[in-house]
């Protein structure tokens, strides 16, 4: 299985400041034959499901606000909001399809 | 637009069997490249992928829980069908079905809370 591990577990940002999520990979997930990362991030708000906020490591999906961004690459990966509104209060998860699925555990973004 | 949700018992007794439904509607199990797929959350923990079916009745399990696991599909009445056997406590979770677009889980269900208890 391939483990993702996200930093910090928790972490709290002041309103219109930048927040940061990295997420690492146990193995790289860059598919050399058409160089994409099999990377997802997820937004789950309270009471809610998972929604699809970014795939191939660093495509918007449709809809999501562009102050949400991905980078990174091979084991690597990095979400950024750039300046944080209330509504983004969530937990966030990446997750690699590379080679089946797996989650990372989960990183919970508040309010300074 | 498409919508799915999940139903079955929100309470099992430990070693039983657990079925679950996903009534889905806006798109087709039969269209190539389609998938449906179940994840679930243990309370205040993160999510774990179960199993998925593809539109050619192609079916896919997490590798640790696969012995226990079934996925099953009826086209016709746009249904997939999970069970999963000898039920636990630590198996107490929400259990969610999604559409998969491309290997990816764009569309959920809003998920049911499963207990297991005696």
């Known amino acids: 299985d391939i483990v993702m591990t996200q930093s910090p577990d928790s972490l709290a940002v002041s309103l219109g400041e930048r927040a940061t999520i990295n997420c690492k990979s146990s193995?790289?997930?860059?598919?050399?034959?058409?160089?994409?990362?099999?990377l997802a991030w997820y937004q789950q708000k309270p009471g809610q499901p998972p929604k699809l906020l970014i795939y191939?490591?660093?495509t918007r999906e449709s809809g999501v606000p562009d102050r949400f961004s991905g980078s990174g690459s091979g084991t690597d990966f990095t979400l950024t909001i750039s300046s944080l509104q209330a509504e983004d209060v969530a937990v966030y998860y990446c997750q690699q399809y590379y080679n089946s699925y797996t989650f990372g555990q989960g990183t919970k973004l508040e309010i300074k | 637009q498409i919508t799915l949700k999940e139903s079955g018992p929100t309470l099992v007794k430990p070693t039983q069997t657990l079925t679950l439904t996903c009534t889905f509607s806006?798109?087709?199990?039969?269209?190539?490249?389609?998938?449906v797929g179940w994840i679930r959350q243990p309370p205040g923990k993160a999510l774990e992928w179960l199993a998925l079916i593809y539109w050619n009745d192609d079916k896919r399990y997490s590798p640790s829980l696969e012995s226990r696991l079934t996925i099953t599909k009826d086209t016709s009445k746009n249904q997939v069908v999970l069970t999963m056997t000898n039920m636990d406590p630590v198996d107490t979770a929400t259990y969610y079905c999604?559409?998969?677009?491309?290997?990816?889980?764009?569309?959920w269900g809003q998920g049911t809370l499963v207990t297991v208890s005696s």
């Open positions: 999604a559409h998969r677009r491309v290997q990816l889980f764009d569309y």
């Open positions: 191939w490591a660093s």
């Open positions: 806006g798109f087709s199990l039969s269209t190539s490249g389609v998938g």
């Open positions: 193995q790289s997930v860059l598919y050399s034959s058409n160089d994409k990362n099999y």
